[in-house]
């Protein structure tokens, strides 16, 4: 699994927030999707061997919500019990 950061444009009403993380975790591979409302970010944590960065960073800017940046870590670790 990687995490990524995508920069957008301010975020002008709350209705997005729905939009943005239920179109991203529709998408295959995506686990997580967060909108930062406030930071104007979206965290993501995706499976890198399905998804990308760019691909997501696509679905973003085709709902109407331009990517100024990304940022991805490297590969997490997720613990399972």
């Known amino acids: 699994m990687k995490k990524a950061v995508l920069t957008m444009e301010p975020f002008t009403c709350p209705s997005c927030i729905k939009k943005i993380e239920g179109t991203l975790l529709k998408v295959d591979g995506v686990k997580h999707a967060k909108v930062l409302f406030n930071a104007g970010k979206v965290r993501i944590e ?19 919500y331009p990517v100024l940046s990304t940022k991805t870590s490297k590969d997490v670790v997720t613990e399972t019990a």
């Open 46 to 64: 995706f499976d890198s061997a399905v998804a990308n960065v760019d691909a997501l960073a696509d679905v973003a800017t085709r709902l109407g």
